[in-house]
């Protein structure tokens, strides 16, 4: 089955320390993006990218970096700069850049920082 | 700038009742519009969409209409089951924007 992959499910880290969070798809996808969500809050955009090799910073990158050398991988690393980086990180793709493409979302990483 | 502004939960109902959420947007152009939602501890996933003025998507007994005169593209259901508790999110997505913008989510939570 086609999808999103996301791993681990809960990570644990200590304040200080950096700490990559795996996105994978097989769909195909030319699009991802990394969100950021907070408990009873929506979603932010942390960065996005729509081909390989090329990626834009959303409404909140600092303290974020990524790469896309592969077009079924996006992997976002926490730094050590992000002020408050607990939270729940939602990856997504869509097949385009149209209006019409749909975004299809990962389970989601449950970071905690202590 | 595009925005979406959802109606403030949590709504809590009975199973049977009536559901709507309301949803409103700003943008420019002729975005798409969509209702994803979030169970507890998962990722979000599509409900439903709508592509042009007037269309309407559907799916699973939810049902939204896209209205441009009133800019909005309000969520209903005619009965709720318990099965329904989640978050919703209303979003937006432009021709060539890249992105999509999202509404900040409404809690449903349905008792037996």
């Known amino acids: 089955d086609g999808g999103i992959t996301q791993s681990p499910k809960y990570l644990f880290r200590k304040e200080g320390q950096n700490v990559t969070l795996s996105c994978e798809q097989n769909?195909?996808?030319?699009?991802m993006y990394w969100y950021r969500q907070d408990p009873g809050q929506g979603l932010r955009l942390i960065y996005y990218s729509q081909i390989v090799n090329d990626f834009q910073k959303g409404d909140i990158a600092e303290g974020y970096s990524v790469s896309r050398e592969k077009k079924e991988s996006f992997p976002l690393t926490v730094t050590s700069a992000q002020k408050n980086p607990t939270a729940f990180y939602l990856c997504a793709s869509t097949s385009g850049q149209g209006a019409r493409d749909e975004q299809y979302f990962g389970p989601g990483t449950r970071l905690t920082v202590t | 700038g595009n925005s979406v502004t959802q109606m403030e939960g949590p709504v809590t109902l009975s199973e049977e009742a009536f559901l709507t959420i309301n949803c409103t947007y700003t943008a420019t152009g002729y975005p798409s519009l969509f209702w994803y939602v979030q169970y507890p501890g998962e990722g979000l996933q599509l409900l439903l969409k709508?592509?042009?003025?007037?269309d309407k998507g559907s799916n699973k007994g939810f049902e939204a209409t896209y209205r441009k005169e009133t800019t909005s593209f309000h969520l209903e259901k005619g009965s709720v089951q318990v099965s329904d508790s989640a978050v919703y999110f209303c979003?937006?997505?432009?021709?060539?924007?890249?992105?999509?913008?999202f509404g900040d989510g409404t809690t449903l939570t349905v008792k037996p």
């Open positions: 769909l195909n996808h030319d699009a």
């Open positions: 979003a937006l997505r432009n021709t060539n924007a890249g992105k999509s913008t």
């Open positions: 709508a592509t042009k003025a007037d």
